[in-house]
């Protein structure tokens, strides 16, 4: 699915069915000499959202192949990982995350993530800090943050609907058109930065057997929380890039969110005229940060 050049897709197997996930194993990354040293290992955990996968990350990761081991993953009910038809809950992605960092990682790592998941990592590094070594988060949000409650907003409610929300998933997500709509309206700031491999990449993920199960749990507001509850207890070193322009998460709650804890949360980066992938919409803007940041936490 859209793999960078050298990299190869290999799996591991989860409580909740087998995690598909990508690493450079090939040239120009690898070769005899560099198969013989031992690397740090990054680790790339895409958010959520109608066709979302590791191809997040793609234009990222790639970048720091030659220095660094990357792993990759397509989370539970994403991407080319295995679907399980089930209504996902939160546990069900703080046990297979942490079962995918277990089993694919010796030592404690750098783990860089998006939005909701990135939610979900500070949650694991508070219960499990041994785990990690530093985190690199964009835009993290529960969605649910100080109080409020997204599973009440109107959407919400009309996704909660049986039958509605099977008919809004294929007619209204796993489309082109309303990929490349939500991309333009709702994701990036400017949508002339949404091209049509984008679109493709979204759209193959969107149209896996059964994606629509992780997809409608998360619209509905099943695996939304409040972030603020946690924030208080990470202890593990973090940075924070958010994008100005996120129309699900506005920066100032970023900013709260690093207020609550500066003994943790070292460096907090605003991101002008972006949205809430800064990944995808400015990737080398992205990759300069995640450099700097690595320098400055480790």
């Known amino acids: 699915m859209f793999q960078p050049l050298g990299f190869d897709q290999h799996s591991v197997i989860t409580s909740l069915g087998t995690t598909i996930y990508y690493t450079a194993n090939q040239l120009p990354w690898q070769d005899e000499t560099s198969i013989s040293t031992e690397k740090e290992t990054l680790v790339f955990l895409h958010g959520f959202g109608g066709g979302s996968s590791a191809y997040e990350w793609s234009k990222v990761y790639p970048a720091f192949a030659s220095e660094y ?119 990036f700031a ?20 059964n994606a629509e199960y992780a997809a409608l749990s998360f619209v509905r507001g099943d695996l939304c929380f409040d972030l603020s509850l946690y924030i208080p207890q990470l202890t593990t070193p973090t940075a ?23 003994q943790a949360i070292k460096f907090f980066q605003q991101l002008e005229d972006t949205g809430l992938t800064p990944q995808l919409e400015l990737p080398a803007v992205t990759i300069g940060l995640i450099r700097r940041f690595l320098t400055l936490l480790n």
Request: hydrophobic content about 40%; aromatic content about 10%; some cysteine.
């Open 69 to 187: 081991r990357i792993l990759a993953p397509d989370l539970i009910g994403w991407g080319r990982s295995e679907h399980p038809a089930r209504n996902y809950q939160i546990d069900d992605y703080l046990t297979t995350i942490r079962e995918f960092l277990v089993s694919t990682c010796t030592n404690s790592v750098t783990v860089i993530a998006s939005s909701l998941t990135a939610a979900f990592t500070i949650r694991l590094a508070v219960a499990y800090p041994e785990l990690f070594k530093s985190l690199i988060l964009t835009t993290p949000a529960g969605l649910s943050d100080f109080g409020e409650d997204y599973s009440k907003s109107l959407f919400a409610q009309i996704v909660s609907v049986p039958v509605v929300d099977r008919l809004l998933y294929s007619t209204g997500i796993a489309t082109s058109g309303g990929i490349r709509n939500f991309l333009e309206q709702r994701q």
């Open 240 to 262: 924070i890039i958010w994008g100005q322009k996120s129309q699900f998460t506005r920066p100032e709650i970023g900013r709260r969110f690093a207020q609550m804890n500066p």
């Open 190 to 209: 400017q949508k002339n930065r949404v091209y049509e491999e984008i679109v493709e990449a979204y759209l193959e993920s969107a149209l896996q057997p």
